[in-house]
């Protein structure tokens, strides 16, 4: 009952009044345990059926949260003289520079928050930057609330944790104890690994789902060395998932058939409502374009789609605008999905995020997975394929549903 009056609270502006009426329509409070669960399943079910709030186009322009300069640069003991961390150091000339023993001591719950404030003269909120190495395993099985596009062998693995960017309806947030940035610099054990697996069978890649990789490429350059490790290992595809605007690894890189650039994409008004500091639709489709031109693989991902106020008039002209300016006919495939996050994950996004609708919504608990009620979700695909099929084949939408997938998931 909680969950579903904050939610109330943030996306209704009636609220009161249908408080009010739920006290007389149910002759609240009820008599027992049994009427209360039951009165609580239909108030649960009517508040699940009011969309999320998008912000007005004039609220839109002055909400944009801006980005967090890095301000400070944890490095593990040894670690300064590393030739990535040199090249990484020399673009942030400002950067206090702490030594560390162990990322892990840096980044975790309350470390971050604490000790990167603002300095006298600095405005907004600083970022910590941590240079480390991983050690262990790196390539990790692809996780069940992620699409493997028919790969049998699908892997991802963390080379950065966290992102430029702060969508609010990230997973990161409820999965990470800080939101310092942390890049790992041996990428020389991820490819020691990979090519240990490669010996065995393809291995489809996904090096982009914890962070942004495109977007902090100009100062970590490592989608380069990447590119050159994919053309060397034709058995090997990566997937790069990215909202980022710049175009400047494509001027510069000769493509890989098996680098593959997804680019998510969302409508203008929930993009600005919800992936604060992101780059416009616009701007992200030029880039779609630009990796196109160059003969890079190009997949769309609708995902998540967010059940928000007038969703079809939005999403309908959003397709519209994305299948104008995008040949459909030349990209990869097409990835979506409504939103749906492990109920572990939620918990810590909620509790953070009080005042954010999307973290706040009564999601359905589905063995582990919050998600939407499958009429909703099934409701959204159909429209979706609809769309989508009048320019592309409907063997290259790659839908995730949950009621599939639920079942694998582990919390
Ligand atoms: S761009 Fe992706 S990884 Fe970055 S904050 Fe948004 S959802 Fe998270």
């Not at 002209?317 to 409504?338: H, N, P, Q, R």
């Not at 099934?378 to 790659?398: A, Q, S, Y």
């Amino acid at each position: 009952m909680r969950q579903a009056l904050s939610y109330l609270a943030l996306s209704d502006s009636h609220s009161d009044e249908r408080i009010t009426a739920w006290e007389r329509r149910y002759a609240l409070p009820c008599a027992d345990r049994r009427a209360g669960k039951e009165i609580l399943g239909r108030i649960e079910a009517e508040v699940r059926e009011i969309p999320l709030p998008l912000l007005s186009t004039s609220e839109q322009s002055q909400r944009g949260k801006s980005f967090r300069p890095v301000t400070r640069i944890q490095m593990e003991q040894g670690i300064s003289n590393h030739p990535r961390a040199k090249r990484i150091l020399s673009h942030f000339p400002g950067a206090k520079i702490q030594e560390i023993r162990h990322y892990k001591d840096a980044f975790r719950r309350g470390a971050d928050q604490s000790d990167s404030a603002p300095e006298a003269g600095e405005t907004g909120q600083g970022r910590t930057l941590i240079l480390a190495e991983k050690k262990g395993t790196l390539l990790y099985p692809g996780a069940p609330v992620c699409q493997s596009f028919g790969n049998r062998y699908f892997y991802y693995a963390s080379q950065i944790m966290n992102c430029i960017y702060d969508c609010e309806y990230c997973f990161l947030k409820g999965m990470y104890p800080s939101d310092a940035l942390v890049v790992f610099l041996n990428l020389e054990d991820y490819f020691a690994e990979l090519e240990a697996l490669l010996k065995a069978h393809p291995v489809y890649l996904c090096l982009s789902y914890d962070t942004d990789l495109l977007a902090l490429e100009s100062w970590t350059s490592f989608l380069r060395e990447w590119n050159v490790f994919i053309k060397e290992h034709p058995a090997l595809s990566v997937e790069i998932r990215t909202k980022c605007a710049a175009t400047g690894f494509f001027e510069e890189q000769s493509p890989s058939e098996n680098l593959i650039f997804a680019y998510t994409l969302s409508p203008e008004p929930v993009a600005r409502t919800y992936e604060h500091s992101a780059p416009t639709l616009a701007s992200r489709m030029a880039a779609a374009n630009a990796a196109m031109k160059k003969g890079f693989p190009v997949r769309l991902c609708f995902d998540p789609v967010l059940y928000c106020a007038d969703w079809k008039k939005i999403y309908g002209a959003f397709l519209d605008e994305v299948m104008e300016t995008l040949d459909l006919s030349c990209v990869k495939d097409v990835s979506a999905g409504v939103f749906r996050i492990s109920h572990g994950y939620l918990r810590q996004m909620r509790k953070k995020a009080p005042e954010s609708a999307v973290a706040q919504y009564p999601y359905r608990n589905e063995r582990g997975v919050a998600c939407y009620d499958p009429g909703l979700e099934e409701e959204i695909h159909r429209f979706f394929v609809e769309k989508l099929t009048k320019k592309i084949g409907n063997e290259k939408i790659f839908w995730w549903k949950s009621q599939e997938n639920c079942d694998k998931v582990e919390t």
